[in-house]
Each structure stands twice: as C-alpha cells, then as structure tokens.
C-alpha cells in the first residue's frame, strides 16, 4: 500500500472509530504530538474514551477541551492554570476521575535548578507577561497565534515599547534555548523571527520623502545577516517621521560607500551582531566620507549598532543601547 492509500484508510479508520487519533487533532490544533500527550499526563486533558485497547480516540468534545487549552496558553497563562480553567469550564464529568486527580494534584513537577517544567522552557525572568504568551506560540509553531499576539502587542505598547519589552527579550530567550539544546529549537527562531518581521512591516508607516541631509542609511556590515534589528529600527524611525533607508544584510564595502555618496544621508546606522564582523576602520571610513557642494561638504554621523561593537568604539562613533536611544540620537542629528 502506498503512503497515500494509508493515508486515506487511516482516516477512514478515524471515522469508523468515532473519534480522532491523537496524531490527527495535533495536526488540527498545529501542535506536536508530544505536547497532546504531555498535557494529557500532566494536566489530565486525555481522551474520555479508548477503543481497542490501547488505541486512543478523541471526540468533539475533548478536541475542543484542548483548543480551550491552546486559546489559554497562548495568552501567556502557565500551562496548569490554563488546563484547569480548560477542564472547568468543559465541566468536571469530562475527565474520568482519576484523570481529574492528575489535574488538580498540586504544582507542576519541578526539575533540577528548581525551574517548572509546565512552562515554556525559556528562561523569561521578570519578563512581560506577553512574553510568555509570544514565547509559547512560538515554540508550538503556532502562526495565528503569534501574529495576534505580536499585533496585540505593538497596539497596546507602541512600536518602541513592544520591540524592547516584548520581542526582543523573548528572542533572546529562544535564542538562549537552541544555544543551549544543540542543534534543538532553531526552527523556533526562525519561525518567531518570520513573524516579528511582518509585525515590523506591517506596522512600517509609508516611507517618509527623503530631504537633503536628513536621510538615514541602515546596513548590516559585511557577513552580518542579522537584520531584524534594524527592521525595528526602520519602523521606528519610519513611524517618528525621519526619511530613512534599509539597506539589509551583509551590505559589501564597496556598496556601503556607493549608498552613502548617492544619498547623502546624516546619519548611517551599521549593525553588526558579532564582534567577528564588527569593524572600527569601516566605520570611521564611513565617518569620514563627504558628500555635497563645494564649500559645503558634510559627513554623516554613523551609529554603531548592535552587541558587537562592544569594545570597538571611538570618538564620533556613538553606540545607541537600544531602540528608544536610537532614534533619539537620529532625530537629534537630523532635526539639530
């Protein structure tokens, strides 16, 4: 039999069954199969009835237990409050009693380092509580979720305020998960990072005209490719209507200098996320490039920007800490 007729006899079984498989409402619900049977053993969210031995099937009304349940965390709620508002509100004869014990037994089971193992994995500290409900989405891969999340977000906050207090610090939290679980979770990273960038661009107000000597030039260095940065800060700036230009990731030297020449910009904002590719000669090189007619030549003031210039400044080469301090910096340039 080929993978297409087992497919369909699969379902066909589901339907004789009268109920789902637990690989079949993960793929309803968008999330792993892991997760289905964790939250069954954990919380007590399992199927009401089993067929056949140990074959499980899960009807209307435990699938719509678990969307309860994906609904709850998705907001940002610890995964055993949100299984117990799941089970109430579907009303306590839904599980069998023993599955209810399992719910309601106390705390979530804890591992070594003191960290519950209900949450998200990430290590979120005092973060927002939006950061918890990013975080979770994210590592279901649940797309609906995030881009309402991230949207609910920047509405709420404004664009600075979610970028430094919501996002940034739940990418550094996946970031710090797949650095420390191998090659594990990089597919989170770059599903969230997706994701935040069209929540930047969707919330990127129309490109303001440019005005002579008041446009800002935004470039990774060259072999830098982390650009969502300064997707941040294009909206930003976009947003506080200064005329501003994206150049993106791993601009070459000789294209850097060719975009600064044509523009005439006042200000250059070069990213560089490590201190591999950050480099203090192209940035005064940049500095000192001149532009305009003669006997009014200007040089833009080029920011610095991002972890790895740490311990490369100079004098002329300011390096902004974060998002608000960045475009404060470019308006006080463009508009002084």
Known sequence: MNEGSAEQAGDKGVQRGGGLTTGEVARRLGVAPTTIRSWDRRYGLGPT???????????????ARLERMCALTATGLPPAEAARLAIGEAGADVAPPSKRRTATAGPPRRVAGGRSRAGSGLRLGDARQECRGV???????DAA?????????IAEHGLVAAWTEVIMPTLQAVGRKWESSGERYIEVEHFLSWHVSGALRRHTPPVVADLPGATTVLACVPAENHTLPLEA????LAEAGLPVRMFGGALPVESLVAAVRRTGPAVVGLWAQSRATASRPLAQHVAAIEWGVRGARRKPVVLTLGPGWAGQTA????????????VAVVASVVRG
Not at 145 to 153: P, S
Request: hydrophobic share 45%.
């Open 145 to 153: 979720a995030l881009d309402g999340l991230l949207e609910a977000a």
């Open 49 to 63: 009835e089993h067929t056949g031995g140990r074959h499980r099937r899960w009807t209307a009304g435990d699938v």
């Open 135 to 141: 975080a979770r989405a994210a590592l279901r891969l």
């Open 233 to 236: 800060l294009t909206a930003a």
């Open 315 to 326: 004098p002329g080469l300011p390096r902004p800490p974060g998002l608000a301090e960045a």
